[in-house]
């Protein structure tokens, strides 16, 4: 059986550290809690954490602050950034710096979880990939040796051209900048939101499976059922930020049994 993903909160509220620890504790994870970002700091030299929730603002060493030292410490670690004051320049810095994501308190259990699986998941394949590159390098260094060229591999030197914002209808997509804009306008936007959105722009305006967005969006593979729901649920918050009127949208539409599209002009 394999062993509970351990998970740090860290929070300087103990109500909220008390609350995400029973929460994940009958989640089935193992959790530790920390009140400062100096208190993380301590945990992460004693022990290694699959995941941290951290909160943004805490007094003494704030949240980026920390996550900036979890990054260098433990690179393998997945963050989560809690935060009661969301911003688009706090989000795109914690982005930049290799978070996960951000939840804007107040975050319903479903949210946090949801986050939690999807950032857990995003781990693992990245753990399976280092380790498939390590095994290659291996075979390649085993063959070599038998060739009597153990020399090291010398990868061609390739240069990847900067891209180019996507501008389809009101939205505009940077990726290089990770930022999305409709009608001129930045869009606070988490970064599964962006990706779904950004997925449906390059798409437009080709209908894009439940499937399509799960692998495309958040990188892995789903059942059609799993995908159905996890979308779905992302979906609906994204309407809720780009829609005049999300209970009827009018860019991003349902293609009943088949998955959404973007209503351009």
């Known amino acids: 059986m394999a062993e509970p993903a351990a998970i740090l909160v860290v929070d300087d509220e103990a109500g909220v550290r008390h609350a995400l620890e029973r929460a994940l504790g009958k989640a089935g994870y193992e959790v530790t809690t920390a009140a400062s970002g100096e208190d993380a700091l301590r945990q992460i030299q004693l022990f290694t954490f699959d995941l941290a929730l951290i909160d943004l603002k805490m007094p003494g060493m704030g949240g980026l602050a920390f996550l900036r030292e979890l990054r260098q410490r433990s690179p393998q670690t997945v963050a989560i950034i809690l935060t009661a004051h969301a911003t688009l320049d706090s989000a795109i810095q914690a982005l930049r710096l290799g978070a996960h994501d951000y939840l804007l308190k107040p975050f319903s259990l479903d949210d946090l979880l949801r986050s939690v699986r999807e950032g857990l998941g995003k781990r693992q394949r990245e753990i399976r990939v280092n380790t498939l590159i390590r095994q290659l390098e ?128």
């Open 138 to 265: 291996r075979d390649v260094a085993t063959l070599r040796a038998l060739q009597g060229d153990a020399g090291p591999l010398t990868p061609a030197e390739t240069v990847s051209p900067q891209p180019r914002p996507l501008e389809v209808g009101p939205f505009r997509i940077d990726r290089d900048q990770y930022r999305a804009f409709m009608h001129g306008r930045p869009l606070d936007l988490t970064p599964t939101e962006f990706e779904i959105l950004a997925c449906l722009v390059e798409r437009a305006p080709a209908v894009v499976s439940p499937q399509e967005l799960v692998r495309d969006a958040l990188g892995y593979r789903a059942e059609p059922y799993e995908a159905r729901d996890l979308i779905k649920w992302h979906i609906h918050h994204l309407r809720k930020k780009v829609e005049p009127d999300p209970a009827t949208p009018q860019y991003i539409v349902t293609v009943r049994g088949v998955g959404y599209t973007l209503a351009i002009e």
